[in-house]
């Protein structure tokens, strides 16, 4: 029971042909509509709930050129998004780099539904994790698994090096 799970949002969310977010003749990205983008796309990924996007403004729109913004969830976790400017036409291409930490219902749907899939013969009663989940700089955190037969498995929940949410099992008390 201790092989080590990922959150199931290592998403790299890109549009198909690059999206355009300067104007015509434009000098930088345009971070308005960047923040857009990148929100309307991480919320229609139930795991990912965007509370807020800020993208910095002035960022020349010559091609090559990388820079982050944050994200945040409504619970208030953060979580950065690597943009790249693909071409002279100033398409640029984003990637989810570090996800912010879920909010505490999600977490432990994606550790039940985990552990349900690795333990088949071990009914999974309920869930509980920390109503406010915060995992940085090497913290942990544990939610509980109460099984149908009464007993329980810890699972040990850190932010591996990647900026991803990963989780391990062990015996519960």
């Known amino acids: 029971m201790s092989r080590p799970a990922r959150f199931a949002v290592s998403v790299v969310l890109v549009a198909a042909a690059g999206v355009v977010l300067t104007s015509c003749g434009a000098k930088h990205v345009d971070a308005a509509a960047l923040e857009r983008n990148i929100k309307v796309t991480l919320d229609h990924n139930p795991q990912t709930r965007i509370q807020s996007v800020s993208c910095p403004s002035n960022v020349p729109s010559s091609a090559g050129r990388t820079f982050t913004c944050s994200v945040s969830s409504p619970s208030g976790s953060a979580g950065i998004v690597t943009v790249t400017v693909q071409d002279s036409q100033r398409h640029v291409r984003w990637k989810l780099t570090e996800v912010p930490t879920p909010d505490s219902d999600v977490l432990a749907t994606a550790i039940q539904s985990d552990f349900t899939a690795q333990n088949k013969a ?50 519960g008390k």
Do not use: E, F, K, M
């Not at 544990?142 to 949410?165: E, F, K, N, Q, Y």
């Open 122 to 171: 071990d009914a999974v009663a309920s869930t509980v994790c920390p109503a406010r989940v915060t995992l940085t700089n090497g913290a942990t955190t544990t939610c509980t698994l109460t099984l149908a037969s009464g007993g329980t498995v810890i699972a040990t929940v850190s932010r591996d090096p990647h900026g991803g949410i990963t989780w391990s099992y062990g015996a």
